[in-house]
Structures are given as structure tokens and as C-alpha cells.
């Protein structure tokens, strides 16, 4: 089953306090600076049922008797009738699209709103809509005729650009409401609007102008430690993925050791609604302008808290890429990339060219061989033991292996191709060659025909938690040489580090 990552989760859920106004920016101000969330919304058991506030039918008869109307054509009800809300692929963005009537007649109707805003979940992932019931839906209603005037340009939310707030120059008139089919699920299944919530609570977007300014302080501040050589730690989090390390790189210097003389700022994203979200781009200049540094931070809204956020991975140093160190085994094994490496979630330890899997640099700690047909062989008592293993397997054509050395311990580097009529894994367009403890979940290293594997096996020192390591760099066979040329930063790079 599909689900949606809701924008309101960027949001904080905050109950009603005693003796407070329950809000969706916290309790009652005059002005908040961010959005924060709907109040929680009471838990509901899985599947369609009614509390018997409902609409347009209340009660489970009149429900089955609307649905026999729609199945006899009757227009008076075939409204209510919506594939698209039982579709797995296609409810999200009809929703977003406010292409559902059951909910625009809904809002028209009963609450009198011209026009509305979807605004996703306030309850989190929507659960599946084959299930007959959508809950937590979120909607704001909109002045008739107004643009944004905070937010003029359409951002990553479709509409909000012409949703001006109702109730003051940020906060909306705000209703929660469950989509349910009651009698019969499915295409042909009628759907009700069940359990809204009107306000309060209410919904608040933040002031643009407002997050830039505090946002351009705090980068100021940041950026004027950096040229002094001091005190730049702490402004900010760095924005990472799975396994790259918190660290920002040159944070005082050039990669020659010049120090930073002056910064620019630029705002090259956003505000985006409702948060007031933007990404910066900033310069720092060494060596009298001849050597620039370049980074992109992200500024995000949080709880009504500007936070910034670094990306390591879009540093440059006079336009080229700056390396950025990536841990793995839980910090015992880095190595240092630059974009575009950048790691891939496809495969748990690694790191993809341009986004590419099938160009990529992968490791997996404590691998075993696999057998044909995908199952796990023996563990190995050692890297020969594994690259023996490997090379018996009928499913592969192997070079011999020679002894290299890789971050100062000794590997066994061996090429491997998949042999003609090789097996494949169900489920999985490729032979796999190694898993990891043999697991049995494709999160190992494989070969798709037509590609091959440089492969390096290592016995890490007595105490490590991974016993042999497999550094892999795969690429298709017109691509390997330039693959193996653009890893070779990378493998040069790795250490092992002891817990």
C-alpha cells in the first residue's frame, strides 16, 4: 500500500491546555510566527464507522438506502459516488487537486466555504482509501477573491497561492474531517463526510518576512565566526542522510589553509507556505577572491523555531565539489566522496554516481556467499575463505585475486562478471553475490548481466564488530573503467577506526 508523507508533519501536535484556547499555532497570540498544528484528533478504529455525525447521511440505513439510489442512476446521489478516492495511486493528489465533491459540497453546504485549501493530514500518513475510510483530512478555508499576499508565488502546495487567510493577516478558519464508506467499499461504494471538527482549532502560516530576518541574523552571526576563525559551532544542524558525518567542511579555511576574509548571502528558494521555508545560498571568499567556497543551508520552520540546516554534500570549493566524510558500522569504517557520490536508497551502505544505481560503491559488512537461486551459502571463516567461495559459484566469472591494500590492511581485489545462463533473484532483476550475515533481503551486493564488480575482501583487526568487510564499485561494462576512475578518491580515502 502507497502512503503520503503529510506537510503537517513538519507541524507539532499540541493538545488543548486548561484554560487556553486549543489553535493550530499553540495557544491563543496575537501574532504567531509559525504554523504549528491541528489539536489531536481523537484516535478511530480501523475500518468505516460513524460516530452518526455524518453527511449527507447520518445513519447506516439511510447510508444503504443512498447507495441503492446511486446504483439505480438516481443524480440525486451518484455525487457521492468517487473512484478516485478508492484509488491507491490517485487519491492524494485528487485531494489535493480539491477534485473530490462528497468534501467540496461538504464545505459549501454546510460550512459556507466558497473556497477551500487541502492541507493534508492531521493525523499523519493517510491511511488507504481501498480501505473506505480517509481520516484526518485538513482543510482551510480561503478568502473569496484574495490571493496570499505573504505567499504571491505558488509554491510546493498547490493553491496556496491563492488562499488568503480568513481570520487575520496569518491565521485560516480550519476543519478536520474523516472521508468513510460506510455500506460498500470501493469504486462504486457511496462516500460521507464523518466527524468534522471545525474551528477552533485554527491554522496559522508563518510570516515570510519575519523567518528571513531572523534566519539572515543567525546566518550573519554564523558566517562572521567563520571569518574570525571561532565560535561557528552550534548555529546550526547539518542535513544529513543516512551516513554522513555531522561535520560542515572548511569551516575556517580553504582546503589550502587560507582563511575566510568576506561572505555574501543569497536567497535562491522560497518562502515556501505555509512555513515560510527558503534555502540560502552563501559565498565565502579567501585569498582576496581567488578562492571561493560555496554551501547551500536549507532554513526550516519548526514549532515556531527558525532552524538552519547545512548540506554538506552541495559544498564547493571555485565550482568544484568538496569532499564530505560518510561513516558506516556505526562510525568504524569512513571515507570521504564528493557529488556527485552521494548515497542511494536502494542499497543500505553505499554510495551511487548521479543518482545511478547501477553505477555505485557499495560495502557490506560480515557477507556471506549466496547460492544459486538467491540462498544463503556458509559463513566464511575469512576473506580467502569468502573469495574462494565466490569463485566456485558457477553464476560467476572471476579474476584472480591479488593482494592490495585498502585504508593500510590488506584485501583481496578480484573483478567478477555474471556468467552466462546465471540465476536471478525472484523479485530482483540481478544475481546477488554476497548478503550480509546471510540475510536473505537483496541489501547485499548484486551484479545485473552486462555489469561488473570490482571487488575487495578484507580481515579487519581482532575486536571489530564486522569480522570481513567487501568493498564492492559496480558499473556497467561500457562504464566500469570511468566508474573505477571516479571511485578511486573514495577507496583512497577509507579508514577503520577501532570502537
Not at 487541502?118 to 484526518?136: H, S, V
Request: aromatic letters at 8%.
Amino acid at each position: 500500500m502507497r502512503t503520503h508523507r503529510s506537510p503537517v508533519l513538519a507541524l507539532t501536535l499540541v493538545a488543548a491546555l486548561a484554560g487556553c484556547t486549543p489553535t493550530l499555532g499553540g495557544t491563543e497570540t496575537t501574532a504567531p510566527a509559525a504554523p504549528a498544528v491541528a489539536v489531536r484528533a481523537s484516535a478511530s478504529p480501523p475500518g468505516p464507522q460513524s460516530s452518526g455525525n455524518a453527511w449527507p447521511q447520518s445513519t447506516l440505513e439511510e447510508v444503504r438506502q443512498a447507495q441503492a439510489r446511486a446504483d439505480a442512476g438516481d443524480p440525486g446521489y451518484t455525487w457521492q459516488v468517487d473512484p478516485q478516492l478508492s484509488s491507491e495511486e490517485a487519491w492524494w493528489g485528487y485531494l489535493e487537486r480539491q477534485g473530490a465533491k462528497v468534501v467540496q459540497r461538504f464545505l459549501r453546504e454546510e460550512l459556507g466555504w466558497d473556497h477551500a485549501l487541502f492541507w493534508g493530514f492531521a493525523t499523519g500518513d493517510g491511511p488507504g482509501a481501498a480501505d473506505g475510510a480517509i481520516r484526518g483530512i485538513v482543510y482551510l478555508r480561503c478568502a473569496p477573491g484574495k490571493t496570499n499576499p505573504l505567499y504571491p508565488i505558488a509554491g510546493k502546495v498547490l493553491g496556496a497561492d491563492r488562499c488568503a487567510p480568513t481570520i487575520d493577516d496569518l491565521r485560516y478558519e480550519t476543519v478536520i474531517l474523516d472521508l468513510i464508506q460506510l455500506d460498500r467499499r470501493g469504486p462504486t461504494g457511496i462516500w460521507v463526510v464523518s466527524r468534522p471538527l471545525t474551528i477552533p482549532p485554527y491554522f496559522a502560516q508563518a510570516d515570510p518576512r519575519v523567518v528571513e530576518k531572523e534566519a539572515t541574523a543567525r546566518l550573519q552571526d554564523f558566517l562572521k565566526a567563520r571569518v574570525q576563525g571561532r565560535g561557528a559551532e552550534g548555529f546550526g544542524s547539518v542535513t544529513q542522510s543516512w551516513h554522513t558525518s555531522q561535520e560542515l567542511p572548511l569551516l575556517y579555511a580553504t582546503t589550502s589553509g587560507a582563511p575566510y576574509e568576506r561572505f555574501e548571502i543569497e536567497r535562491v528558494d522560497g518562502p515556501n507556505w505555509p512555513g515560510g521555508n527558503m534555502e540560502f545560498k552563501v559565498r565565502l571568499f579567501a585569498a582576496g577572491g581567488a578562492t571561493v567556497v560555496e554551501e547551500r543551508v536549507r532554513v526550516i520552520v519548526d514549532g515556531g523555531q527558525v532552524e538552519l540546516g547545512y548540506l554538506p554534500v552541495a559544498t564547493t570549493e571555485n565550482g568544484q565539489p568538496v569532499p564530505v566524510l560518510y561513516a558506516w558500522f556505526d562510525g568504524t569504517t569512513t571515507a570521504r566522496a564528493a557529488y556527485p557520490w552521494a548515497e542511494y536508497t536502494d542499497f543500505a551502505n553505499g554510495l551511487a554516481l548521479n543518482k545511478n544505481w547501477d553505477e555505485r560503491f557499495n560495502l557490506v559488512g560480515n557477507p556471506w556467499p549466496v547460492e544459486t537461486g538467491c540462498e544463503p551459502g556458509q559463513a566464511p571463516a575469512d576473506a580467502e575463505a569468502l573469495a574462494r567461495a565466490i569463485r566456485s559459484d558457477p553464476d560467476f566469472e572471476t579474476t584472480a585475486p591479488v593482494t592490495v591494500r585498502v585504508g593500510g590492511i590488506e584485501a583481496l581485489r578480484m573483478d567478477v562478471i555474471t556468467a552466462p545462463g546465471a540465476s536471478v533473484c525472484e523479485a530482483y532483476p540481478a544475481q546477488m553475490v554476497l548478503q550480509p550475515d546471510g540475510a536473505n533481503d537483496h541489501s547485499g551486493l548484486a551484479l545485473k548481466e552486462g555489469g561488473r564488480m570490482r571487488l575487495y575482501l578484507l580481515n579487519l583487526p581482532k575486536g571489530s564488530a564486522t569480522r570481513i568487510l567487501a568493498l564492492a564499485i559496480v558499473a556497467p561494462v561500457a562504464r566500469f573503467e570511468s566508474v573505477i576512475k571516479a571511485a578511486a578518491p573514495i577507496l583512497d580515502s577509507i579508514k577503520f577506526h577501532a570502537r
